[in-house]
């Protein structure tokens, strides 16, 4: 059997994040090799996620993070909120964010294959698996490239959002406010040209029915219907919202106190609780 030294046992934990135990076993079975080690932790992260893989991960941590002109947002998913909670797990979600920030990948999928820690990210988040004993899903991922970004994190990391800006340079505050407002108000679309026909119809649909259910005259209900489709534009494209900071200007009136020109280009949110 290979002597195993306790700096050897450490400098694997370190690697893999694995336990003392695991590390020392996985060593004495390689025989002090480091790569057949990692591969043997590997392995049981693979033996771990296939036996919970009926289980569903609807815990975990959303974050997002920017830098120059760039913005990337992911959901790293597990089972409870204990481990959701945990330093080791969140550092790997950080890990992840960090990764996306710099390469902003195409697509989920993208992002699941780059390289980190010497392995592609979804063979990373299987060898955690078995570290953690949990479930572990990349949820979600996407990205904002701007003139400018802001990110927001709710206290609880259970919700994020992205917000790109048509100009660089402007105040800080500003972006933050704009992405607390994204994560507060989780508005459907920019403004009501970005609105789905279907969200349209469906608002239509709604309008008509109740104008129809309170008695309203027949030849009066589609104009109520688009009454109250205006309103829907109104509360729930982010230009039109009422500021959360002042209800008495709207979300593209508090930036046009900062510069006529300034704008949104476009803005993510993602929540756990969906």
């Given amino acids: 059997m290979a002597q195993i030294t306790a700096s050897e046992v450490n400098k694997l934990r370190k690697m893999t994040g694995a336990g003392m135990m695991d590390c020392k076993k996985a060593l004495v079975e390689a ?17 771990v996620a296939n036996k ?20 990337a947002i992911i959901s790293l998913n597990c089972e409870t909120d204990f481990v959701a909670k945990n330093a080791d797990f969140v ?22 294959n780059m390289d980190i820690d010497g392995m592609k990210v979804a063979e990373k988040i299987v060898e955690q698996t078995g570290v953690i004993g949990e479930k572990l899903d990349l949820k979600y991922f996407d990205k904002v490239e701007a003139d400018q ?15 790109g800006l048509n100009k660089s340079g402007v105040e800080e505050q500003i972006g933050k406010d704009i992405a607390m407002q994204v994560a507060a108000m989780d508005p459907v679309a920019l ?3 970005q609105v789905s026909q279907e ?7 709604i309008g008509r029915n109740q104008a129809l259910a309170e008695g309203k005259p027949a030849d009066l209900v589609d104009k109520i219907a688009q009454g109250k489709l ?3 534009f109104k509360e729930n ?10 209800n008495k200007m709207t979300v593209d009136q508090y930036l046009k106190q900062a510069d006529k020109d300034l704008t949104i280009t476009e803005f993510k949110r993602f929540s756990i609780k969906q």
């Fill in 91 to 112: 550092a790997l979600a950080e890990k992840i964010l960090d990764l996306a920030l710099e390469n902003l990948p195409a697509d989920l999928e993208a992002l699941n």
């Fill in 149 to 163: 970004v802001a990110a927001y994190i709710h206290s609880d990391k259970k919700l994020a959002t992205l917000v």
């Fill in 191 to 193: 403004n009501k040209d």
């Fill in 199 to 205: 969200d349209i119809d469906k608002e239509l649909e």
């Fill in 52 to 71: 919970r893989s009926d289980r569903e991960a609807s815990e975990g941590v959303v974050l997002a993070k920017s830098s120059d002109k760039k913005g």
């Fill in 31 to 47: 025989e002090g090799d480091f790569d057949k080690a990692q591969q043997i932790i590997r392995e049981k992260g693979m033996a």
């Fill in 237 to 246: 494209t982010l230009l039109s919202q009422s500021f959360i900071k002042d």
């Fill in 230 to 232: 205006g309103k829907f």
